[in-house]
């Protein structure tokens, strides 16, 4: 059973840091393309970034860029979320995400698994 | 930069059809966006509907089906049923490595 759990979520002060941590089990994680989503109260879905399976690529949406910054160890089986320079707009659940290329395509269009999500807080 | 574009909210009756679209702000969604749906219900993560336009995931009942309709993609519900009721996003890629989520439309049953 494919299981993606994050942790690392917090109170943190405007300008502060943090690091998300994504633990993946119940498939061979190096394989696939991981992916950050993000969800502010009350709003809708935001795409974060994505990393390929072997981390020599990363993508970010244009409002972290700079700021944020994705990555992955495969012998833990872990994905991360480094986030600096944290503003109150950063406030939000991160969601951890498999993704997914189309068939016979290479970059994620989707994601089919999703973790709990954890809560994010930027506030003095 | 262009925006990925849904209804904000929709209702259908009990037993009824209803189609929700993604669109873009400036063009055609057309199939090399991969559209793909997500359900969401209040405090819930999102589970993943449809994917490659019209590939349910799996353990989705085929009430559910994708498609792209004139310059949009569509998800559409047959026989809607009362825990349907939830927030619909549709994902499409947008190239060079970037994917967008629509703002998501609220789907009332009643």
């Known amino acids: 059973e494919v299981q993606l759990v994050e942790s690392g979520g917090g109170l943190v002060q405007p300008g502060g840091s943090l690091r998300l941590s994504c633990a993946a089990s119940g498939f061979t994680f190096s394989s696939y393309w991981m992916s950050w989503v993000r969800q502010a109260p009350g709003k809708g879905l935001e795409w974060v970034a994505n990393i390929k399976e072997d981390g020599s690529e990363k993508y970010h949406v244009d409002s972290v860029k700079g700021r944020f910054t994705i990555s992955r160890d495969n012998a833990k089986n872990s994905l991360y979320l480094h986030m600096n320079s944290l503003r109150a707009e950063d406030t939000a659940v991160y969601y951890c995400?498999?993704?997914?290329?189309?068939?016979?395509?290479?970059?994620?269009?989707?994601?089919?698994?999703w973790g709990q999500g954890t809560l994010v807080t930027v506030s003095s | 930069q262009t925006v990925v574009t849904q209804e904000p909210s929709f209702s259908v009756s009990p037993g009824g059809t209803v189609t929700l679209t993604c669109g873009l702000s400036s063009g055609s969604v057309s199939t090399t966006y991969y559209p793909s749906w997500y359900q969401q219900t209040p405090g819930q993560a999102p589970r993943t509907l449809i994917y490659s336009i019209n590939t349910r995931s799996s353990g989705v009942p085929d009430r559910f089906s994708g498609s792209i309709l004139g310059s949009k993609a569509a998800l559409t519900i047959t026989g809607a049923q009362a825990d349907d009721e939830s927030h619909y996003y549709c994902v499409l890629y947008m190239g060079s490595g970037i994917v967008a989520f629509g703002g998501g439309t609220k789907l009332t049953v009643l």
């Open positions: 995400a498999r993704g997914r290329p189309p068939i016979g395509s290479y970059y994620v269009s989707h994601f089919d698994y």
